[in-house]
């Protein structure tokens, strides 16, 4: 069990995916209809919530991939 922070941040390193946060991950959780974790996996240590980690890995295993805003772009006039 991972908080959302500690998930997200292994998700990038494994390179699973390009970047995350705490909050993209926790938002997926509230609106993705294709995530897969009922309250029953959640656990709970402190005041932090925990998610297993082998689900989060399974969910963007099998998630439909759907346009992001992406990276951000330069400022107009800026070099880049």
Do not use: C, H, I
């Amino acid at each position: 069990m991972l908080s959302f922070a500690q998930a997200a941040e292994r998700l990038a390193k494994e390179g699973v995916v390009r970047s995350m946060t705490a909050e993209g991950l926790r938002k997926l959780a509230r609106t993705d209809p294709e995530w897969t974790l009922t309250e029953q996996d959640y656990g709970a240590v402190g005041n932090a919530r925990t998610v297993p980690y082998e689900l989060v890995l399974e969910y963007f295993t099998n998630r439909t991939k759907r346009r992001g805003r992406g990276p951000a772009k330069p400022a107009a006039g800026s070099p880049g």
